[in-house]
């Protein structure tokens, strides 16, 4: 099934930091598999392919792990490269990671080669290769904390190609591999720091799907129709702000209608930790408004 016995298409340099963070995060899960996504960069001369791996995304917080399997946060790591992507961008998606040191499985199973072969064949993949990293054993090794083994999958070709160790250099931290991590760092800690997005975007999709997410000059905005107990509506605009790291929202109306409603003068200076809290709460204001019209008549 593998091929390897003739001379290497291929030649793979790592980043010294990038194996250390593979095995902290084999720490960290030391009884389920893990895993997560390798960047860098790659040149090719003829057949051959030398990568270049300068940083690794992580799995993301909505990554599901077990003893057997290992499903990634792709939404999470689109971002993360996207944000990484702006200041390098030369930046390439070279491929996966992942552990079966917990199943003992030294090997990439069935559905790895499907998924790889589908990855490295799908029409929007950039690259005429895919590169998986598996990490197979902890070992006693106070450096190498772990056996890993280096596979490589190209275009329109069923063969899988593993890459003898003399194929494989560890570099020691060039200043690229420390420029990549510090945007990974970066983007990380952005996007850890937004963590209310997703849940705000499953909220408005089954409770206001009138509301729609827009973002103008990196500024993310809800927008929509709120319908208030005497059946009238009122339009709303609710805006994010960032500042260290932390996120935050205000809320007001759109339009004339604004200034009819007394409540809106306390969220002049109001900020939510979510979107779906400060619609939720204009709402209750707004209804509560309508309410003592409709009682004082």
């Known amino acids: 099934m593998f091929r390897s016995k003739r001379k ?22 030391d009884s389920v598999e893990t895993g997560g996504r390798l960047i860098g960069s790659f040149k090719a ?6 990568i270049q791996v300068w940083g690794v995304l992580d799995a ?9 399997s290992f499903f990634q946060d792709g939404e999470h790591q689109e971002n993360a490269f996207r944000e990484i992507e702006r200041d390098h961008p030369d930046i390439e998606h070279l491929g996966s990671w992942h552990t079966h040191h917990v199943n003992g499985l030294n090997t990439l199973s069935s559905g790895d080669l499907k998924t790889y072969h589908a990855t490295v064949n799908h029409e929007q993949h950039n690259t005429d290769f895919f590169y998986a990293l598996l990490v197979v054993e902890k070992t006693p090794h106070r450096t190498r904390r772990y056996e890993v083994k280096h596979f490589l999958f190209r275009r329109n070709d069923p063969a ?16 690229r591999a420390n420029a990549v991590s510090e945007s990974i760092h970066t983007a990380s800690t952005q996007l850890a720091a937004l963590p209310e997005r997703a849940k705000d975007q499953e909220f408005f999709a089954e409770f206001y799907p009138q509301f729609k997410p827009a973002v103008a000059k990196q500024i993310l905005c809800w927008k929509g129709r709120l319908s208030l107990i005497d059946d009238s509506d009122v339009e709303v605009l609710a805006m994010e702000t960032v500042n260290d790291a932390h996120s935050s929202y205000s809320i007001g109306l759109i339009g004339d209608s604004a200034d009819r409603w007394n409540a809106m003068k306390k969220y002049e ?8 809290q400060a619609v939720s709460s204009l709402k209750e204001d707004l209804n509560r408004e309508v309410y003592r019209r409709v009682a004082s008549r």
């Open 60 to 68: 993301g917080p909505n990554a599901k792990r077990s003893r057997t």
């Open 8 to 29: 290497s298409m291929f030649s793979i340099s790592i980043a010294r930091g990038v194996l250390d963070s593979i095995y902290d995060e084999c720490d960290r899960f």
């Open 160 to 175: 899988v190609y593993e890459i003898p160790d003399t194929e494989v250099r560890v570099v020691g931290g060039p200043s």
């Open 45 to 50: 001369n003829g057949d051959h392919r030398d």
């Open 269 to 276: 200076d109001r900020s939510f930790r979510s979107a779906r």
